[in-house]
């Protein structure tokens, strides 16, 4: 299994500029969810999703946008990069069991100029 | 609001110490907690889980404590080495059925030879 990937690893965009960060996964876990990573913050959720066809945002969803059309992919879309965007993006999977382990891709480390 | 946080930003120890990181959180009861390990340009991973109806779980040289009355997980690795130094995460859930996690900042641990 290739477990939780993300594409691409680095990226530059300028200010007002859109793209989509990419995570598949290879588990068939029900459970997707995307976070951001800034220094002395943490890991902060972004949006989350139950399932194929099921989204809901976490705790920073401004400025972004997903959807889960199959149980594989959780694209992550910035509709309009400003700086505040720049960051460490990680996606993440695991069963919906509760208590399971979240497993997490290498992270997309993103600079908005 | 639900804080979680996690004592020393960073921790500095010798090689064959005991290293103790510390996880506090405040205005929630989180049904069990995570630990997951980060080194520098890569996703966390997961190392243990433990539930609030259990004082302590171990694994190998990692121990974790859980006293939902002090609201404080302690996290132990004994016996470090130089290859433990990472970035050391606490993740409470919070609360919802599907195991949606809240991460601290993290602790940066070094082990020097």
């Known amino acids: 299994n290739a477990g939780v990937t993300q594409t691409p690893k680095f990226q530059v965009l300028k200010t007002g500029q859109s793209m989509t960060l990419q995570c598949a996964q290879d588990?068939?876990?029900?459970?997707m969810s995307w976070y951001r990573q800034d220094p002395g913050m943490g890991l902060r959720l972004i949006h989350y999703?139950?399932?194929?066809?099921?989204?809901d945002q976490g705790e920073v969803p401004n400025g972004y946008n997903v959807s889960r059309s199959t149980t594989e992919d959780f694209p992550l879309r910035l509709l309009s990069a400003a700086p505040s965007q720049t960051s460490v993006y990680f996606c993440?999977?695991?069963?919906?069991?509760?208590?399971?382990?979240?497993?997490f891709g290498p992270g997309t480390r993103l600079t908005v100029l | 609001s639900q804080k979680i946080e996690q004592n020393s930003e960073a921790l500095n120890i010798q090689e064959g110490k005991t290293a103790t990181l510390t996880c506090n959180y405040t205005?929630?009861?989180?049904?069990?907690l995570q630990w997951y390990r980060q080194d520098p340009g890569r996703g966390p991973v997961f190392l243990l889980l433990?539930?609030?109806?259990?004082k302590e779980k171990r694994k190998e040289r990692l121990k974790v404590t859980f006293d939902t009355t002090l609201k404080q997980s302690l996290f132990h690795i004994t016996a470090s080495q130089p290859a433990d130094s990472a970035t050391y995460l606490c993740?409470?859930?919070?609360?919802?059925?599907?195991?949606?996690?809240?991460f601290g900042q993290g602790t940066i641990l070094t082990v020097h030879p």
């Open positions: 993440a999977s695991k069963r919906t069991s509760d208590a399971d382990t979240q497993y």
């Open positions: 588990m068939n876990h029900e459970y």
């Open positions: 999703s139950v399932g194929a066809g099921i989204t």
């Open positions: 205005n929630y009861s989180p049904a069990y």
């Open positions: 433990i539930r609030e109806n259990e």
């Open positions: 993740a409470p859930h919070v609360g919802t059925s599907y195991g949606k996690l809240t």
